[in-house]
């Protein structure tokens, strides 16, 4: 049985991680590791699986899984064994060349399989894409109510804000739909929406990100819905969390990816 180290409890772990893995991954033995001592005994108590007390035992695991904000990333990076898989959350880095260059260069140091959680990706699997003349457009709405921006918490999160943090999904899956060669510009950024224009030899797509925007993909007139519910979220981490373990990694292209994206939002 392999052991996993789970380093974060926020309520994505809580919601979607830990419920797949328990139902789906039973060869897994599971511990959570949390800032906050008395999150982990409760994440770690209300679904059954082991709490990490000691900092000093961080390097006996057999996998690891980041799911802490990107600003920490490089902390625990250095603690953990580099010869050991690691999946690590969405975004790569924080919207900054710097943050980007920092999280990189220790990432490169693993010999293991990486894996980052831009589980969007798997909507392909639902919808036809044609191998060229890919039109269309990705709208994802990030919900926060006038308090919430009045306090600007959108910009609370990491440096790039709350758009960047969760709409890069389908900012991600634009670049990845179209392929090694899509190019990415910013058109509009305002604190209500965000789009962008994404374009390779395959094709155009628009994407939308913000609270103005839908929650939509339309690529050649199929239209999915879908893709951000519960139970989407929980599939798509499945499948790509069963990549992770078979050994598979996405990282040289969330690399490029990132990089274009941050390069055309700075």
Not at 18 to 32: M, N, S
Not at 168 to 193: K, N, P, W, Y
């Amino acid at each position: 049985m392999k052991r996993l180290l789970i380093i974060g409890a926020g309520g994505y772990v809580s919601a979607i991680v830990l419920p797949t893995l328990k139902k789906h991954f039973k060869d897994i033995d599971i511990t959570v590791l949390s800032k906050r001592p008395s999150n982990t005994k409760t994440v770690a108590a209300k679904n059954s699986v082991n709490e990490l007390r000691s900092i000093e035992d961080i390097d006996t695991y057999d996998l690891y899984f980041l799911a802490i904000p990107a600003v920490e990333y490089e902390y625990f990076l250095k603690l953990i064994p580099k010869d050991k898989p690691l999946w690590i959350e969405k975004p790569l880095s924080e919207a900054t060349h710097k943050h980007f260059d920092s999280v990189t260069s220790e990432l490169e140091k693993f010999t293991s399989n990486i894996y980052v959680g831009f589980n969007k990706r798997e909507v392909v699997s639902d919808i036809q894409i044609p191998v060229a003349g890919i039109s269309g457009e990705l709208s994802m709405k990030i919900y926060y109510d006038e308090s919430m921006k009045k306090s600007l918490w959108q910009q609370f999160m990491l440096e790039g804000g709350i758009y960047y943090a969760d709409g890069i999904h389908v900012i991600d899956l634009a670049l990845f739909i179209l392929g090694s060669d899509a190019s990415i510009e910013l058109l509009v950024r305002t604190e209500d929406l965000w789009r962008f224009d994404v374009r390779s030899s395959k094709g155009v797509l628009i994407v939308e990100v913000g609270n103005a925007a839908n929650d939509l993909i339309e690529i050649n007139s199929h239209v999915n819905k879908d893709f951000v519910n519960y139970t989407h979220s929980l599939k798509f981490f499945k499948s790509s969390f069963s990549k992770f373990i078979q050994g598979e990694s996405n990282y040289r292209v969330s690399v490029e990816n990132t990089r274009k994206i941050i390069d055309a939002l700075c």
